[in-house]
């Protein structure tokens, strides 16, 4: 079930910062910044990356989820300081 939500929040993350998504499972945005950035990631194997290449990718997916989740955060502390 937790997998379930974080790939959802994901999605919604990543299609507000203008990706289009094609799946629920999460994993199109991947291939969708790898190749925007012309790096080769396939399904299979990529063992060929480097780190910075994975970071690359990753990196946009991962912050972006972050910076949501804190403006989230914030927006719950905020309301509880109202009550």
Same mark, same amino acid.
């Given at each position: 079930?937790?997998?379930?939500?974080?790939?959802?929040?994901?999605?919604?993350?990543?299609?507000?910062?203008?990706?289009? =998504?094609?799946? *629920?499972?999460?994993?199109?945005?991947?291939?969708?910044? *790898?190749?925007? =950035?012309?790096?080769? =990631?396939?399904?299979?194997?990529?063992?060929?990356?480097?780190?910075?290449?994975?970071?690359?990718?990753?990196?946009?997916?991962?912050?972006?989820?972050?910076?949501?989740?804190?403006? =989230?955060?914030?927006?719950?502390?905020?309301?509880?300081?109202?009550?």
């Amino acid at each position: 079930m937790a997998r379930k939500d974080l790939n959802e929040f994901k999605n919604q993350v990543m299609e507000s910062k203008g990706f289009g =998504l094609n799946s *629920a499972s999460g994993e199109d945005v991947k291939y969708e910044i *790898a190749n925007e =950035l012309r790096i080769p =990631l396939n399904k299979e194997d990529n063992g060929n990356l480097t780190s910075k290449q994975a970071g690359t990718i990753g990196g946009p997916i991962g912050g972006n989820m972050v910076k949501e989740m804190i403006k =989230l955060a914030q927006a719950q502390f905020s309301k509880n300081e109202r009550l």
